[in-house]
């Protein structure tokens, strides 16, 4: 059996290791066991890799997904910024989006994943307002929030999984404000809020904002997404 590689960048953060602060790149399982449980094997990138290797490592991989963590930094989106801040992992990743895009590597975004696109793609992002009807953040206790999308009927998602709308774990505080070039919604939240965007080309680039990889035991159609991204994924022409 030929198994698809699909590339991650980590997440990076700050351990406590026997009373000292350590870094280290870390993805969580849920996202690998997607990947895992269909045959492909994740390749972890770690964020401090240099985006001039970028040409290469996507030489190696059949798809790439991009997933959850830290906010992107606005200085990415938002060209009236006086002060840029850096980040690694912005940087590596709008590039490994840019050239999967242009050889046509299969992209799925989740979370972050998302708004990444979005922005690779010239897009902004907006904070979601406190007093908006659906919670779309983990709650003070931990409780995590579940709502309906709205999946639009023209769109590849709908093909994909068959109904018109679904139910979707929610755990984010931004969302997208203007959507990017290249890219149509797929689904929305009763509120407005972009819960999932695609390509209006032929390439395999669909993203949704809440974390499709947590609910997929009780929510078996998201595997059918899993299963097209992976399918799509090939290095043969």
């Keep these: 059996v030929f198994m698809k590689t699909i590339g991650i960048v980590c997440l990076e953060q700050d351990i406590d290791?026997?009373?000292?602060?350590?870094?280290?790149?870390i993805v969580a399982n849920s996202y690998i066991d997607i990947l895992v449980k269909n045959n492909?094997?994740?390749?972890?990138?770690?964020?401090?890799?240099?985006?001039?290797?970028?040409v290469d490592i996507?030489?190696?991989?059949?798809?790439?997904?991009?997933?959850?963590?830290?906010?992107?930094?606005?200085g990415y989106y938002n060209s009236d910024l006086n002060v840029r801040e850096i980040s690694k992992r912005d940087?590596?990743?709008?590039?490994?989006?840019r050239e999967c895009k242009d050889k046509r590597i299969p992209i799925l975004g989740i979370c972050r994943g998302l708004q990444l696109i979005n922005v690779a793609e010239g897009g902004t992002l907006e904070n979601i307002s406190d007093s908006n009807i659906i919670k779309h953040t983990?709650?003070?206790?931990?409780?995590?929030n579940y709502h309906d999308i709205y999946i639009e009927k023209d769109s590849k998602l709908k093909k994909i999984m068959k109904v018109d709308n679904y139910s979707v774990c929610s755990m984010h505080h931004q969302k997208i404000a203007k959507l990017g070039e290249n890219l149509k919604i797929?689904?929305?939240?009763?509120?407005?809020?972009?819960?999932?965007?695609?390509?209006?080309?032929?390439?395999?680039i669909m993203a949704f904002q809440g974390h499709i990889e947590k609910n997929i035991k009780n929510f078996?159609?998201?595997?059918?997404?899993?299963?097209?991204?992976?399918?799509?994924?090939?290095?043969?022409?």
């Design 186 to 204: 797929s689904a929305k939240s009763e509120d407005g809020v972009i819960e999932a965007i695609e390509s209006k080309d032929k390439n395999f």
């Design 17 to 25: 290791k026997n009373g000292y602060k350590q870094k280290v790149n």
């Design 40 to 54: 492909a094997i994740p390749i972890l990138l770690s964020p401090q890799i240099s985006k001039n290797e970028v």
């Design 91 to 97: 940087e590596l990743e709008i590039e490994l989006y």
């Design 220 to 237: 078996k159609k998201y595997n059918n997404v899993i299963k097209e991204f992976l399918d799509y994924s090939s290095t043969e022409e």
């Design 138 to 144: 983990i709650d003070e206790d931990g409780f995590i």
């Design 58 to 74: 996507v030489k190696k991989i059949d798809g790439m997904m991009f997933i959850g963590g830290e906010d992107i930094k606005e």
